[in-house]
């Protein structure tokens, strides 16, 4: 009769303890080793992305599992695995992320940036094959967005116009139109839960800046109408959001003065607080986050002020200054890697930077976006994909190449505010 030792039994517990029965829907069967994503469209199921640096990940396929079947998945911190691995050479050492082929993992950095999902312990060199790995902990997002929004824009107008990311095409939606015309408001986004427009011009002029605030569930795409804000303010981007709290930051008043001010929306309770103002009066603010950090720059001044996510504190990020500022840049971000923003009047004065949120530094970006997208709309579904839009162009943002492309469908709707279902 054979004995377990105590360090068998514990290995076996630690494995069940760490192991998931989970429901394979990518479509195909799935090996031991191969890196799955979680499949929001299912209960207790998986599939799988081509992505690169993916931060849905969910685990790593124990043993072979049927397309339906159900099978158990490495879901753990700590689980020691052999995970598949696409051509790129990989260190002992390296951090895995997800690869551009389905169910492998590719080399990643040498610190723990978000999405990197294990270590390897193992190397291998050049040529697909496999590495043993630790699954750590670095758990960031579930789920894809699948949709985007505008509202508003031009000389002030009640529009609001929504992107589907899977056909690339803008519609109008009636039932979505906000409660009053507005322009050059701000546009946040809570989640999967609700988008939010506050401030903006209620006509065209400074003088009609406003302090309204309305909130639209996406469930209902119905908005309706918040307590008013602080102050009226307008001349706003979108983007200054957390995954629980957004920010209306600087922009001008009635008189045209540009503002240091700062105010905080708490999604939970749809509240406005005054929060840390400005480091310097500045109008057209957008932002991107990784959702620790979100960076927030624009018109008046190349400055770019970091607000930290855990304390609301706001300093300059001197290393994040835009190269030239400009009213109606466009800000997109994906948080498992960088923020761009971008800028192009149509008449050749184009601006293209990449803000990498690993080290919170920016640059010139070699891709830039074609056509005036002045001010246009941006939405992102965080993972793939950002788009820009505006009066006669459009263009998709790839982040796993930073490249940027021409597609057919744009807006048309500038100086809007906009939100994105799902993403920060």
Request: charged share 10%; with cysteine; aromatic share 10%.
């Amino acid at each position: 009769m054979t004995i377990a030792t105590n360090e068998q039994i514990l290995a076996s517990d630690v494995l069940k303890l760490n192991t998931s029965l989970l429901t394979n829907k990518s479509g195909g069967t799935r090996a031991a080793g191969d890196v799955v994503v979680f499949d929001t469209a299912n209960d207790s199921a998986f599939t799988t992305t081509a992505y690169q640096q993916d931060i849905r990940v969910m685990g790593v396929v124990k043993e072979s599992i049927n397309n339906d079947a159900s099978g158990p998945v490495y879901t753990g911190a700590g689980i020691v695995c052999t995970i598949n691995c696409d051509a790129a050479a990989v260190a002992r050492g390296q951090f895995l992320i997800t690869s551009t082929t389905a169910g492998k993992a590719t080399a990643g950095s040498y610190y723990r940036e978000a999405a990197v999902f294990a270590i390897a312990l193992t190397a291998k060199g050049a040529g697909v094959g496999t590495v043993q790995a630790m699954l750590v902990d670095n758990f960031r997002q579930a789920i894809i967005g699948t949709s985007g929004w505008n509202f508003g824009g031009g000389a002030s107008v009640a529009t609001s116009q929504k992107f589907t990311m899977a056909t690339e095409t803008w519609a109008t939606i009636a039932g979505a139109a906000l409660p009053a015309a507005r322009s050059r408001a701000n546009g946040m986004s809570y989640g999967t839960t609700a988008a939010y427009v506050t401030h903006g011009w209620s006509a065209a002029s400074d003088g009609g800046s406003s302090n309204a605030r309305y909130k639209m569930p996406y469930s209902t795409e119905v908005f309706s109408t918040l307590t008013a804000g602080a102050a009226a303010r307008a001349k706003f981007r979108s983007g200054m959001n957390f995954s629980s709290k957004g920010f209306t930051a600087g922009g001008s008043d009635t008189g045209g003065s540009n503002q240091t001010a700062n105010y905080k929306t708490t999604f939970s309770t749809d509240a406005e607080s005054t929060s840390n103002a400005l480091t310097s009066p500045r109008e057209y603010q957008g932002g991107v986050s990784d959702g620790t950090y979100c960076y927030i720059a624009g018109q008046t001044a190349v400055t770019c002020d970091r607000i930290t996510e855990s304390t609301d504190a706001l300093s300059v990020q001197a290393a994040a200054a835009l190269g030239t500022a400009a009213a109606g840049y466009c800000y997109i971000a994906f948080p498992a890697s960088a923020g761009y923003r971008s800028y192009n009047n149509g008449s050749g004065t184009v601006y293209s930077r990449k803000l990498v949120f690993s080290t919170g530094t920016d640059a010139n970006h070699s891709s830039s976006p074609a056509g005036d997208i002045i001010a246009g709309s941006q939405v992102t579904d965080g993972v793939a994909y950002g788009y820009v839009s505006g009066a006669a162009a459009a263009n998709k943002l790839a982040s796993s190449t930073g490249n940027y492309s021409s597609i057919s469908n744009y807006s048309a709707n500038v100086y809007s505010a906009s939100a994105s279902y799902a993403a920060l």
